[in-house]
């Protein structure tokens, strides 16, 4: 029998002490669903929830905490004593983008005189490397100070050495078994850290660098709280989980961005239809971080970097619309490719059926199989790798589920891989094509020594509950809950036996809207991506469907109502085959 290629998920949801819950919630003053997902997210004393429901610019961390904090900072401070040169070694990624303006800006004001390097994504790769130690050596730079990357650069570490550069590394990414020979390594990642919290974006450890170094100059931090606007759009962008500084560094930033006074920014939020709207997580993620990355997927990210340090309006605008364009052409390329590797992934699963899905085609650009990945991830629920060819080598880009620790699996197969980076749920990585089917069949076997039930899509709900239980007072409670993310879902619900009402209809490319009711109670779903169900939701039926939604606020003609976002659906009854 062959295995089934689209898994169906498993509803989950964990059972609690229902009467802790409700004396929980009574004593927190808030609603018992609220209380009930503050309990199950391990929010239980009062300041906990203190902190949770009021994010803080007091809650950050220590930043001299941080491991060779103290030696970095020092290192800057002689720098700006003797004016001396400092280089900031940026990604073309969007939190390396934001982390290399946010340094560049923020070292300016502090009197540090600082210019910056990208490297170009398809030309050069990741990281530090060879050429941009040379370029630094050519400018005479003292100090190369990196974000979001420079952790495992162990050979450029010793070749900046040899220039007689001093090498500052602030990065996010997971440590190898050896360090750089750096001056500095600012890493919470590092084994010896003891600092609090470990999931820093790159940008968010380039703001407690500035941070430190503001404090001891005796600066004030309110022109760095400023700039807080890039440091949420660079975690939101890197998948950071939005829990203890991230969710700080997130409110704050998402705040500010309609009120920036960066012209870029305000640009940004131009093209991608956001100007004078409130901006939550998801305009983020899905609106300004995609255009940002189609500089470096497509082009150049010097030129999303430009955008966020321009002070020129016209500028600006015109940087924008490219970086706009550059989405369009990076929305088609995608498209293709997606098309073309579902195609082998349905083979190697009717052929194999991988724990790891590995997929390889020569003409692939490799600025977009990352994205393509992560969709594979989404329709077949297992570890993805996507492969492009460079040079006579392959240059790879993984994304994982859930419980698969994907830089782990790369360590157990470092024998077949030229170099690798990343963490627990992406990575990047490049073998011999030679190599690629050793590869394959060592990441799976790898892969074989977890529980199967990694490989089982799962969603988590929080309740199952019935329509009007979701009423204003506690619908109001969760908004406090934003901004939401990985980390920080949105609360899940499901309510079974729901009645279709009215004729579902079909938006933008492939969504649908409908609406449900159970008893008195009517609310209107959205199901992204499932246009194919309207040949399947029959209007009338009673006790028809079982729902997985997350909750929304709406506003129709000026007046808010709640929405719900399907995440599953499954009918209670076998739907006309409408191809027969």
């Known amino acids: 029998m ?25 004593h927190q003053g808030i609603p018992y669903l ?15 929830v203190t902190r949770f429901l009021n994010p803080s610019l007091e809650h950050l961390h220590d930043p001299f905490g941080l491991p060779d904090m103290e030696r970095g900072v020092e290192r800057l401070l002689d720098a700006r004593r003797r004016q001396e040169k400092v280089l900031v070694h940026g990604d073309y990624d969007v939190d390396g983008v934001t982390g290399t303006a946010l340094l560049v800006r923020g070292l300016a004001r502090l009197g540090i005189g600082a210019d910056f390097y990208l490297p170009h994504r398809m030309r050069e790769g990741y990281g530090l490397s060879a050429k941009a130690i040379d370029a630094a050596k050519e400018h005479q730079t003292s100090v190369i100070l990196t974000v979001d990357c420079g952790i495992t650069a162990i050979e450029e570490a010793l070749l900046a050495k040899e220039a007689g550069i001093d090498l500052v590394i602030t990065d996010h990414h997971e440590p190898g078994e050896e360090w750089p020979e750096a001056l500095a ?10 600092y609090p919290f470990a999931e820093l974006a790159g940008v968010g450890v380039a703001y407690k660098l500035l941070e430190a170094l503001s404090r001891r100059l005796g ?35 998402l705040q500010h961005i309609p009120k920036t006074d960066k012209v870029g920014v305000k640009a940004l939020l131009d093209v991608s239809r956001l100007s004078g709207k409130p901006i939550a997580a998801s305009n983020v993620a899905f609106g300004l971080a995609p255009r940002l990355n189609a500089s470096g997927r497509m082009a150049d990210s010097k030129q999303a970097l430009k955008l966020l340090l321009s002070t020129d309006l016209e500028e600006a605008r015109s940087l924008a619309v490219k970086l706009d364009q550059h989405n369009r052409n990076r929305r088609q390329t995608e498209d293709l490719i997606l098309e073309e590797a579902r195609i082998l ?3 190697q699963i009717r052929e194999t059926d991988p724990r790891v899905l590995v997929c390889y085609r020569p003409n692939w650009h490799e600025g977009v199989i990352g994205i393509v990945a992560s969709r594979l991830v989404d329709d077949f629920y297992r570890p993805t790798i996507m492969f492009a060819e460079k040079e006579g080598r392959l240059k790879g880009s993984a994304r994982s589920v859930h419980g698969f620790h994907l830089y782990d699996a790369l360590v157990a197969v470092r024998e077949h891989l030229v170099t690798f980076g990343g963490h627990e749920a992406a990575a990047g990585l490049v073998l011999e094509k030679a190599k690629l089917a050793r590869f394959t069949q060592a990441i799976n076997e790898h892969a074989m020594g977890y529980p199967s039930e990694v490989f089982e899509p799962r969603l988590y709900l929080e309740a199952e509950v019935q329509l009007d239980d979701l009423d204003a007072e ?10 939401f993310g990985v980390g920080n879902p949105g609360p899940s619900f499901a309510t079974r036996g729901l009645e279709v009402v009215g004729t579902p209809r079909v938006f933008g490319r492939n969504h649908l809207k409908f609406t449900v009711r159970k008893d008195k109670t009517t609310m209107p779903v959205l199901a992204f991506g499932k246009s194919d169900l309207i040949l399947k939701l029959e209007a009338g039926r009673k006790e028809a469907v079982d729902l997985a939604y997350r909750i929304a606020e709406d506003s129709y003609w000026g007046k808010k109502r709640m929405q719900l976002i399907a995440q599953d659906l499954k009918l209670r009854y076998e739907p006309e085959d409408f191809d027969a």
Do not use: M
């Open 2 to 26: 062959s295995p089934s290629i689209y898994k169906t998920r498993r509803w989950i949801s964990e059972s609690v002490d229902d009467r802790l819950v409700r004396d929980f919630a009574s």
């Open 219 to 253: 600066e004030s931090l309110e022109p760095l709280q400023a700039d807080l606007d890039l440091v949420a759009i660079g975690t939101i962008a890197d998948v950071a989980p939005l829990i203890d500084e991230n969710r700080v560094f997130a409110s704050f930033g």
């Open 474 to 483: 506690t619908t109001a409670c969760f908004e406090r809950f934003r901004p």
């Open 345 to 347: 992934a349905e083979h």
């Open 185 to 194: 390594v600012v890493d919470p990642k590092r084994a010896d850290s003891t």
């Open 34 to 48: 609220p209380a009930l997902v503050l309990w199950k997210r391990g929010y239980r004393d009062e300041d906990a």
